[in-house]
């Protein structure tokens, strides 16, 4: 049996019309399809490193994902939004890790993050309103 260093697509969440997709480049990205009719949509186009991790906003509308800056390990929040394809750095700060503490998807509210801004030896914990992604 012959074994790959990389899948072509991982089914990564609980919902499976969302994968991880390697197009091309060999790079993860995120990739959305709709059941309804079967088109496919992808929502990420990373070029260096790929996606390791990402998680459903509790509306359905976004997706998030974390993803650092040319391989320095300093991670930052991404939010996809699935109907407009834009993508937005909601941690934008230099220098700064990012790591997830708390999602509830019963909770639509908000989401709880550890960001060492502060003190790079020390991670602070956030709260992140999805209203408002502040």
């Not at 899948?7 to 997709?21: C, D, G, I, V």
């Not at 407009?84 to 908000?110: C, G, M, S, W, Y």
Request: proline letters at 5%; aromatic letters at 10%.
């Amino acid at each position: 049996m012959k074994r790959t260093r990389r899948p072509k697509a991982q089914n990564q969440s609980r919902w499976p019309e969302t994968r991880l997709s390697c197009p091309e480049e060999g790079v993860r990205n995120i990739k959305v399809k709709n059941l309804a009719d079967n088109s496919e949509l992808i929502l990420t186009h990373l070029r260096k490193r790929g996606i390791r991790q990402f998680f459903w906003h509790p509306n359905s509308e976004a997706i998030f994902f974390l993803e650092d800056q040319g391989g320095n390990e300093n991670f930052h929040l991404f939010q996809a939004d699935v109907k407009t394809r834009n993508v937005t750095d909601l941690t934008p700060f230099n220098n700064t890790k990012v790591r997830i503490v708390a999602v509830d998807p019963a909770n639509k509210e908000f989401m709880l993050l550890g960001m060492n801004k502060r003190n790079p030896k020390f991670f602070d914990v956030y709260k992140l309103s999805f209203s408002s992604a502040q």
